[in-house]
Each structure stands twice: as structure tokens, then as C-alpha cells.
């Protein structure tokens, strides 16, 4: 990866569905050979709930989000809940070779660069140690009530995971990746602030006694940056630092970049096809009905990894 030339694009804020759809047609122009590898920075409007490929969609409240006019989409990627509002997310699509050979080694090597963006805010980040998982007061993930309902299924603050990062004992980012054909996407939310009754608003918790619980443990194991600080950190101040601290860990050159009229249309198939769809949203299959994490799709070609 040494010196390597990287595409950087500096994006703005945008809705959930487009977000997700973006980040899928960067994988695909990477993938394809059609592009470079790709840093993306952007942020979200309105704020957003985005559940894993695999989670639940019953754990949102629906509902509420609506009124709240909050938006849901389901990420490619794995990982649990996130509640998008007062962050910058940074996505990260290249090969896997060259960043190490399986999931938790690419993370190690992203996530080196944002500790290294961390530490030109002048915060000292460490990387949470391989195999770990937090005490935690919430149900175990998944857990279901008397009527067969999730009754929580965890958001992806309320622990830390391998290689994540960590400001004072508290998790500030949290990423998520896929992997397909040798190449990965891997997304994350850097939080600005962080807020635990906003950020489980939008979630099914119907039982106060878990709901207090969740507070909890989102107040004790998740912290945004500029809480941290003590003074307002704005997202653009975080994409500078973020740039750098990559640019630095992985010795890459960035390319000032916009998306391309290609990959304009892939995001416009995929909103229509996809990340616009309830059968994606609610259920993880696609408009045919397929279950792809990762689609492989251009106007007029159906051909698939997944």
C-alpha cells in the first residue's frame, strides 16, 4: 500500500438510503477495476437508524422514527444498530490484499489511521484488544419476549468490539465490514456527540427497566468527541483530521474526487432496487427477492456477487 494513490471524497450530508447506495456503488467501481480505492467522509440528513445485514428490523420503532422524521435503511455490512445524527462517517473500499488477510486484520490497519486522526485532535485513542467483548447489563442480543418479539437486540455503541477504537475507557467510533471478491467495504460512525436517551429513542424497548439499562450502558461505554474535548468539534475540522491521520498510518495520497456519472447511476439503480425498497429495508432481500449482502448491478445487468 506504500505511497499509494486513494480517491477522496469529501461528501456532504445526505439521506440514509442514498448513503448505503453510494457506499455499494463505490465497492462496485472499486471492484470492478473501475476505480482506485476509495476514502468517503460524509454525514447524514435527517438523522437516520441503520441496522445490520443481518439484524432485526422489528427492533425499530417505526413509528416513532416517522414522527421523529427520522429515517431506516439496512447497511451491507454487518454489525448492530446505530443511531445516526450528531457524527461523520468515514467509508473505506479497496483490496483486501496489502491491509491484511481476514476482518480483524483490515480493521487493525483502518483503524490505526483513525488513531492517528484522533491524535491530531489531541486525543489518545487505543485499540480495544482482539477477542473482547464489555460486561454489559443488556439482554443478550436477540433475546426474544413471551410473544416471540425482539425485545432488544443491542445497538453498536453499547460495546466495544476487537480493534475499535477507545477514548478514556469509552468507545468512539464504531465500523462495520463486508467482504467479497478480495475486496471489503468497511463503514464507521465517529461520534461528535453522544446522547443516550436520543440515541435509543428510535428502538422497541418496551419493558423501563431494560430501557434504563440500555441508557446506561450506552452512558458508560460510548462517548463522542467532542464531549471529550469539552468544546464543539465541527465535522469538517474531524474530515481534515481523519484525511491526515489515514494518509499518515497508511502512507497513501489523496485525489480530491466527486462521484462519477457512472457511479451516479449505479447509486440511482440501487436506491429504486434496493436501499428505497421494504423488501431490503424490513427483510434484507433485494426487488427480486434475493438475499445479497453486496449486488453486483448496473442498469441492464443482473449478474451478482453475494
Known sequence: MAGQDWRMILD?????????????????????????????????????????????????????????????VRRPTGGGAVFHDRELTYAVVAPVRGLGSDVLSVYRRVSAGLVAALRRLGLEAELQPPHHRAATMLPEAGETGPDGESQWAGVCFDTPSAYELMVGGRKVVGSAQVRRGGYFLQHGAILLEANPQRHLWGFHIPD???RRQAEAAFASHAAGLADILGRPLPAEELADAVVAGMAEALDLRFVPSAITEEEANRVDWLLAHKYLTRAWNEHGVDSEGVPAALTRIVPGDAARVS
Not at 447506495?21 to 476509495?38: Q, R, T, W
Open 12 to 72: 456532504g450530508a445526505h439521506p440514509a438510503s442514498y448513503n448505503m447506495a453510494c457506499d455499494e456503488a463505490l465497492f462496485l467501481s472499486v471492484a470492478s477495476g473501475a476505480s482506485m480505492p476509495v476514502l468517503r467522509l460524509y454525514r447524514w440528513e435527517p438523522a437516520a437508524i441503520s441496522i445490520g445485514y443481518h439484524g432485526d428490523a422489528r427492533q425499530v420503532d417505526r413509528d416513532h422514527c416517522q414522527a421523529m422524521g427520522w429515517e431506516f
Open 208 to 210: 423501563p427497566d431494560v
